[in-house]
Every structure is written in structure tokens, then in C-alpha cells.
């Protein structure tokens, strides 16, 4: 029965001992239950979906059902961004196991590793401050049943899972009514931020990650400094009536560090981190989002100071009005508690939220009121500077070769992300172990860029003499037409390994620049056709399909220089998609941009018509290197190249 107000101080003190015993009891039961299932060998069941995080558990032979099955380089990944809480490496079976913590939940984790990895690895994983132990004898008892450490683990596990049981039954009898739990009930404030990494369990833990692991977003970050000083002492922010917010909106792309951010101030202002997911709601029952939401403030209120971290936010934020679609009820249910919550903070100013987001323009208005997430904070995808940054942090803690550039890198890198550049030191290093030497060179991060970019090489395809030959022509084209024009950026590398779907590739720096020019776009479209134009120089009219990606990637272009940037011949301004498809606008777009293709297609003809010779040496020279530098192509195409750029009346000057 639910206490009414009146008689909450007797009522829940009898309803708090009653529950208390209940929960004895139901570990009681729970221990003879589990005597009860070792004695018939049934496996330890998965925690239940949904449990609070269980930061200690140690892997469990019988956890492997359930256990994630990760790779080595997302578990390197995952403990790099903190979310691997403990590791068991087995030199034994070559695997490692243990907890991983995702969007507030822990999960058992499996991954295997090479034969002889595990001193890299554990080095590794202690780097990430990782609790490691290293084992070589798991089969010991033959994986039939538990150790008496491990049964411990798993009872204390479950009378964790019992109390967090408790909790949500007390808070039904209880009642909220939007204001924190009443004294008796909540949990023991501890008085000290600096003590929740001790004992409060995974619930309530300090991050260990700090500002200067986060790197190339220096703005965001000095505005969060101002918070930290905030969190860490509020008087002199109180004395001088300055209020801060309580909701900062992290607005950017997926693996730029919002999370790593979030967690970077909580971990400087050494205050306990709570996080959740929020596109784990969307499918979810009605109710359980908005449960999972206050149970999340519930817990974050039982500490003096907290950071709540809503990663996701457009998944329950979007605004109401313009998805007025069935189905939207969890949705909905979920926002608004979330608005309760946030709204619920009155003048303490002891939790701050931050929230995630790529799409701020649909959120709902009501999120972006003053009191809730009134400041937005861009955490975009980082600039040259910045991912020679992040490419720094990442290298100094490897061994590494004096030969590896990270300006260069850097520059080959445009468009990746802090998580991208992440996982590329990270792919070199593994390549780097696998070589045998332990040292990434260069020759270690250009194989890791492609991996990354392009998916690991196809060793093991059997590509016949002529396709190879063709896609050498095919690339060459690319590649020879991006040196020759000036508006264009000169290719990077140029390869005729098969990667993923690709034949062969031929890499350009992405456009780090805001702004595009009409020159620049349209050598963009003719280095896209010169695979094309090049084929025919060697099939005549019977070329491949090699060109479709080409095609796809020139006409999307082709199509936004019409209807957006007014580049085309109709002229400036903007056409919306719905009148490209029907209509007199449609067929003027539409032959707007066959004029730009068969422009750029032209183009491309007329650079390399000429130059067969050129185009005959690199394509030999592909045949048997298999991969060329930006370098090698220059030495390769000097010859031919002032004589081609003459004959170009597009070309201010040779590029080459
Ligand atoms: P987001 O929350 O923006 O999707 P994350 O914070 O989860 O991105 O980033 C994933 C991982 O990528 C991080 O744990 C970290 O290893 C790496 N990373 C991303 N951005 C940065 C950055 N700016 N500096 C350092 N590492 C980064």
C-alpha cells in the first residue's frame, strides 16, 4: 500500500524494515537457489536487461552465453574511452573477458586475441586504467563450474540485483510526487566527492577521464572549465548571485567526444558520472523510458554533485508537434519526465545535465527553454589542427617510428573524427604487432587509413591479369587527372588492391575548407569521370561498370551545384527535392546537370586523350608496386605533364 503523505515518517520506517527483510530474505533464497543450481551445473543466467551497472564483475566462466562477442579493436577502443571496467586476460585460451559499461549498463564482454598479444594488451589495458588480472588457468576447473570467489561475485551480484529490486518497489509505495525520496529512504549521502570512487560502487563513479585526454576541441572545453570550478566549489558562484545552467546541449556528429567530454568534466570536477542512452527508449514499452529517466535523477540526487549525461537526445527530443505520428507515446512519456526532472532542480544546482545531439534543429522547444538546455555547445567533426592533436595523444602513448608525420597525417585525415583517429593508431598498432616489431612506422598508419576508410585489404582475392589491368587504367585516370588539374586536390595514393566492393582506389584529401569554388567543384566531377575516360582509351566503347560508384558520387554532385549552390545553368537559386522529379523545373535540372557530367566527362577526355604514355607508365608501374604515393606519381607524370596542362584551356598553371 502506498503511505500517504501524513503518515510517511512511521509508515516508511515500518515499510523500510519490512522491505529490508524482504530483501534478506530474497538473498537468502537466492544463495540456496544458486546452491540448489551449482549442485545440477545450470549456468549463471545473464544479468537481467535493464539492471543497474555491475562495475565489479569479474568474468564468469558461464557468463560466456551471454558475454559480447567484441573484437580486439573495439575492446581497445572501448577501453581507450573508459568503458571497460575489468579485464581477465587468459594466456590459456588467448581471450580476455570481463565487464564493459555501455550507456549506463554493464555487459560481460568477450574478445580473443594472437598468440603472444597479452603483454601488449594487459600494458594496454592498465594505460586505459583498466582493473586487469591476468590468468592462465581458467580451465583449471574445467569451465564446469565456478570458482568459490567467482560464486561470491555472483552472490554479491545478486543481491545487488535484489536491492535495486527493493529500490523500484519502494519508490511505488512511496510515491514521488516530483520531489526527491523521502530522508530515511535515500541512499547515504557521502559527504566527500572525492570518496565516491570508494565504495559507492559503479552506481556512483568518478570517471578517471580528464580534459586533457580530450583533444581539438578547445572551446568546448573552456567553457566547461567555468562549470568545473562551479561543481568543484560553488560559494564564490553563489556569493556573486552568477547562476550557471543546469542543461548544456553537446551538439555535434557521431565520435567527435561528447561522451568523452561529459565524462571529462565530471571526472575534473570530481563528481560522479550517471549516463544514458536515449535512443534506448524508442522501442521500448510505455513507461519504461520515463521509469529509467527518474530512476537516473534518483540516483544522481542521492549525491551531492553529479553529472547526468543523455547521449541521444533527439531520440526522445524531437519536436511533438512535427511527428504528431502513432506511436510516439514512449517517446513523448519519456521527454517529459525528462522536462519534470530538469525542471525539478530548484536553486541547489547540484546536477548538471548534458545532453548529446547531431540533430539540434528537431528538438523540441520546450528542451531549449531557459532552465533546461539553454546552452549549446558544438563539438564538431575536428579541423587539421585538431586531428593532428588528437593523432598526438593517441601516437605518444605507442611506440613509434621517427619516420611517422603526423602533419601529414593529419592533412590525409580530413573528415575523420576523434573516434576515426581512434581507431586508425589503433588499427597500426595491431598491424604494428602483427609485423612483429611493436613499432608503428608509416607504412603501419597508411595500411591503417585505408582499413579504416576503405575496409582491409582483400588479400586473398583472385583478380585476373586483364581486370587488373583495366582497373590500373581506371585508377590512373583518377588519379593523373587529379594531379593535372589545379583546381583539384592531388591523390594521396593510388592502389590497385581490392578493398570492401572497391577493384582498386585512388585516394584524394577530403575538402577541409568551408567553402567550395565552382572551379573546385567541377574538377571535382571530372576527376570522377576520368576512371570512365580512361577506360575508353583502353576498351574503346566496350568499358566496364567500374565507373557506376564514380557516376553516383559526380551526379549527386553534380545535382546540388543545380539546385543548391546555383553553379548550373539555371541559373542561382534553390530547388527543392520534390521538383526534381516532375515538372518543367525537373527536366531543366535534369539537363542542367548532364550539361556539367558531360562537361567534366569532356574534361577528363581531353587530359588524358594526349597523354597515353604517361598513363601507360603508372599503369605499370601499378602492376607491379600495387600501391603508388603522391610522389611516385609526380616522377611518373612530370614528363607529359607541362605539355598536357598547355593543351588545357580550363588550367590557370601545371599542378604538377
Ligand atoms: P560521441 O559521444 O561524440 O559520439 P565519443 O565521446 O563516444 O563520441 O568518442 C568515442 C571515442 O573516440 C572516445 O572514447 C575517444 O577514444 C575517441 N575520441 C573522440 N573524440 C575525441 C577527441 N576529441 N579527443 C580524443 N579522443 C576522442
Redesign the pocket.
Known sequence: MAAVPEQRGRGHGRTARALTRLATLATTTAFAVLGALAVVGVSWPAPPAGAAPLGHAKAHPAASTAAETLSLSSLL?LG????IRTAVVDTVTDTVSGTVVRSGRARAYRASFPDGYAPNLTNQLLADKVSVTATAATTGAGGQGASGGEWMIAMLVLFMVAMIGVGSVRRRLGGRGGGPAPRGLRPQSPTNPAGFTKGRGEQAQVPATRFA?????DEAVDVFRELVAYLRDPEPFKVAGADLPHGYL?V??????????ARAVAGEAGVPFFAVGASEFVESYVGVGAARVRSLFDRARSVPAAIVFV?ELDAIGRSRSAHAVPGNEERESTLNQLLVEMDGFGGSGSIVVLA?TNRPDILDAALLRPGRFDRQIA?PA?DRL?RAR?LG??LERRSVADDVDVASLSRRTSGF???D???LVNTAALLAVRAGTGVITTAELDEALATVALGPARTSAVVADEDRRITAWHESGHALVGLWLEDADDPITVSIVPRGPAGGVTWFPGHDAPFMTRRQAKAQLAVAMAGRAAEELLLGDDFTQGGAQDFRAATDLARRMVTEYGMGSIGPGYVPPEETHIGVLAERVHDATEELLDEALSTARSLLGPARATIERVVERLLDEETLDTATLVALAAPEAAAVVRRLPLQRQGAA
Open positions: 577502443a581507450k574511452g573508459g568503458s585526454d580530450v583533444a581539438g576541441v553537446l555535434g556528429p557521431p565520435g567527435t567526444g561528447k561522451t568523452l567530454l547521449d548529446a563539438v575536428p585538431g588528437i595523444l593517441y573524427t576523434g573516434a583517429l581512434s581507431n
